[in-house]
């Protein structure tokens, strides 16, 4: 449903995206909650902007408590490492557990519950990569309308770019699944990959405004779409549309509501009794398609499978640069998107790489003749060698 914001509102959420500071957005964000009416296709929005609010409110008094000296608890970390995931789940699933067996991280593990308080990050190596685990508070039921801790857990989520849904076969685990699935819709995140993805990115540079759609746009056209961004004084962007999307997804990219993290289900002790049949009920939940691994942290049995799971759900590949001369690639493979190019490649080095872009040569297991001059729309996988060519 179409939110229909007056042109007030509107022009209200873009005084708020200029905010530079949490105070003045905070600001903004309540003269902009004023001004939106209350009807059935606000509510989701409006829901968003409480979050929000909630969520700078607390920023703000952490600020003022750590400058008061009085620490203060650390809710965002720095990413460090390929990826930064969330460990996510109820009290007592093992997330400590967890973090201990497979990071050289050190938490609190006991038999009861709510033990960890802050976030702990701990780095964990698959291959020539390392991912930076982070295991979050536990998820309580009603976090994502709470205005305080269960709201910065998935705040936590929203920042990172996967999570680890974990739950507990010596428990109800298809219950738990369900908690933080509800908690996570809720909060406006989603694990399963959305029919359409709307990217808009602000430029400041008065090239104005771009649109590319490379999937279909539903019920309008690109004039709408067009009109809405205007509304919104969103004059200077590039945007581009994969999939199949409606007005309303345009939209929810402007107020960056709906997010999508990829996800997978890590189900801890495996080793209990009535793991076996939890496990079962666990794959037959209806409505999640996420890989589901189970595991012991008492016995490791599974841990081994873990960063492979995490590389294959985040959709991403590792290339290896050469430079034209030199006998060996570098050790440390830039990070990319699975089913980007070498155009993508070139513009991850330097903005400017690919205006000078001449040819790439490529070394593949799985080209007949290896290594081959391509151009810059060939198709990256994994591990490939690239060494780039300047014009
Ligand atoms: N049987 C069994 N018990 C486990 C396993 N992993 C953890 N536990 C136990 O489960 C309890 C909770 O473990 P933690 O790792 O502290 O759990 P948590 O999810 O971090 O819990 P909180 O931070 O308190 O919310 C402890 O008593 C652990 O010893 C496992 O693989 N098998
Ligand atoms: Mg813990």
């Avoid at 905010?19 to 003269?31: F, G, I, N, S, V």
């Avoid at 990413?79 to 991280?105: F, M």
């Avoid at 739950?167 to 399963?192: F, G, H, M, Y």
């Avoid at 080209?367 to 081959?372: E, I, M, N």
Wanted: aromatic share 6%; proline share 5%.
């Amino acid at each position: 449903m179409p939110t229909n914001l007056p042109v007030v509102a509107k022009k209200k959420w873009y005084e708020a995206s200029l905010a530079r500071t949490p105070q003045e957005k905070l600001l903004k964000l309540q003269e902009f909650s004023s001004l939106i009416p209350k009807h059935k296709g606000t509510e989701k929005l409006r829901a968003q902007i409480r979050r929000q609010i909630s969520l700078l409110n607390k920023e703000i008094e952490e600020k003022r408590r750590r400058r008061a000296g009085r620490g203060g608890s650390r809710f965002f970390f720095e990413k460090e490492g390929a990826a930064q995931i969330i460990i996510l789940g109820p009290t007592k699933v093992g997330r400590s557990s967890l973090l201990t067996s497979v990071t050289n991280a050190k938490t609190e593990i006991s038999y009861y519950p709510f033990t960890t308080r802050e976030p702990v990050p701990g780095m964990l190596r698959f291959e020539d990569l390392q991912f930076q685990l982070v295991e979050a508070p536990a998820l309580v039921e009603g976090a994502a309308e709470s205005g305080s801790g269960g709201l910065q857990t998935l705040g936590l989520a929203r920042n990172a770019d996967g999570i680890i849904i974990m739950v507990d076969l010596s428990e109800n685990a298809p219950r738990q699944l369900r908690l933080v699935l509800e908690e996570l819709e809720k909060a406006r995140i989603l694990v399963q990959k959305p029919r359409a993805k709307v990217e808009i990115e602000r430029k400041h540079v008065g090239a104005g405004l771009r649109i590319i759609v490379l999937g279909k746009l539903l019920d309008c056209n690109l004039r709408d779409v067009e009109n809405l961004l205007k509304g919104y004084r969103i004059l200077d962007a590039a945007v581009r549309i994969t999939g199949e999307a409606t007005i309303e997804d345009v939209e929810d990219a402007i107020f960056e509501s709906t997010i999508y993290r990829p996800a997978i289900v890590i189900a801890n002790k495996a080793d209990s009794p009535q793991a076996g049949t939890m496990l079962q009920q666990l794959n037959e939940f209806h409505g999640v398609r996420l890989p589901i691994i189970p595991v012991s942290c008492y016995t490791g049995k599974g841990l081994e499978r873990l960063g492979g799971e995490i590389f294959k759900a985040l959709g991403i590949i590792r290339i290896y640069t050469k430079e034209p001369g030199d006998r060996q690639p570098s050790n440390n493979p830039f990070i990319l998107k699975r089913g980007s190019t070498v155009a993508g490649l070139a513009k991850q080095i330097h903005s400017d790489f690919i205006r000078r872009f001449a040819y790439a040569r490529v070394w593949a297991k799985r080209l007949a003749f290896s290594p081959r001059n391509v151009g810059s729309s060939f198709v990256l996988e994994d591990k490939d060698v690239v060494e780039l060519h300047m014009k």
